[in-house]
T-cell receptor, first 112, second 115 residues
C-alpha cells in the first residue's frame, strides 16, 4: 500500500458526464496537490491545499472543481470536460515546510 | 518564474553500465531543492534523490548519484550498474523556498535498459 492512494485508476467519461477523482493520504501530511500530466509536457500544477484551505489555483478552468474536506482527503470534481482534458491526473501530499512530496499512482482520464 | 529543462527525451543504456541524465534549471533564488523522480509504467512518481542547494556535497542513494553544479544551474543524475528495473521516465524537479509552495517539473527523459 502506498502512502497516497488515488481512485479510480482509469476513467472514461463523456463530455456531458459528471465524475469525481479521489485522493487519500495516510502520511499525516497537511498539504495536498493536484497535478495534470499530458504527453510531452511538464507536469502542470492545478491546485494546492494547505490545512484544508486552497492556497493556489493555477488558472484552471471552472469545469474542474477541487474539494478538500479534511487534510487526508482531496477530490477533483469533473463536469462538462473537453477531449483535451484527457490526461493522467496525479495527487501528491507533503508536510508543510519539508519540501518533500509523495505521489499517488494517478488516474488515467479519457474524455470521449 | 522557475523553469526546468531536460534536453534528452530518450536515453538508453546497457544493463550493468552507467548512464547520466541531464537537467538544467533557471531560478533567481539562492536556496532551493532539486529532485529526480522516477515514473515506471505503474505511473506512480517515485522519489529517487533530493539535493538541497545550500549543501555543496552531491547527494547519493545507492546506485544513484547527482552532479550538482549550482553556478551552472545544472543537476544531472548518474545511474551506476543499471538494472532492468531502472527503465522508466525520469523527471527532474525544482522546489523553491520562497514564493510558490510546489514542485516544478521538466518534460522527462525516457530511459531504456538493454539486456
Amino acid at each position: 500500500e502506498t502512502g497516497v492512494t488515488q481512485t479510480p485508476r482509469h476513467l472514461v467519461m463523456g463530455m456531458t458526464n459528471k465524475k469525481s477523482l479521489k485522493c487519500e493520504q495516510h502520511l499525516g501530511h497537511n498539504a495536498m496537490y493536484w497535478y495534470k500530466q499530458s504527453a510531452k509536457k511538464p507536469l502542470e500544477l492545478m491546485f494546492v491545499y494547505n490545512f484544508k484551505e486552497q492556497t493556489e489555483n493555477n488558472s484552471v478552468p471552472s469545469r474542474f472543481s477541487p474539494e478538500c474536506p479534511n487534510s487526508s482527503h482531496l477530490f477533483l470534481h469533473l463536469h462538462t470536460l473537453q477531449p483535451e482534458d484527457s490526461a493522467l491526473y496525479l495527487c501528491a501530499s507533503s508536510q508543510e515546510g519539508t519540501r518533500l512530496a509523495f505521489f499517488g499512482q494517478g488516474t488515467r482520464l479519457t474524455v470521449v | 518564474a522557475q523553469t526546468v529543462t531536460q534536453s534528452q527525451p530518450e536515453m538508453s543504456v546497457q544493463e550493468a553500465e552507467t548512464v547520466t541524465l541531464s537537467c538544467t534549471y533557471d531560478t533567481s533564488e539562492s536556496d532551493y531543492y532539486l529532485f529526480w523522480y522516477k515514473q515506471p509504467p505503474s505511473r506512480q512518481m517515485i522519489l529517487v534523490i533530493r539535493q538541497e542547494a545550500y549543501k555543496q556535497q552531491n547527494a547519493t542513494e545507492n546506485r544513484f548519484s547527482v552532479n550538482f553544479q549550482k553556478a551552472a544551474k545544472s543537476f544531472s543524475l548518474k545511474i551506476s550498474d543499471s538494472q532492468l528495473g531502472d527503465a522508466a521516465m525520469y523527471f527532474c524537479a525544482y522546489w523553491g523556498t520562497t514564493g510558490a509552495n510546489n514542485l516544478f517539473f521538466g518534460t522527462g527523459t525516457r530511459l531504456t535498459v538493454i539486456p
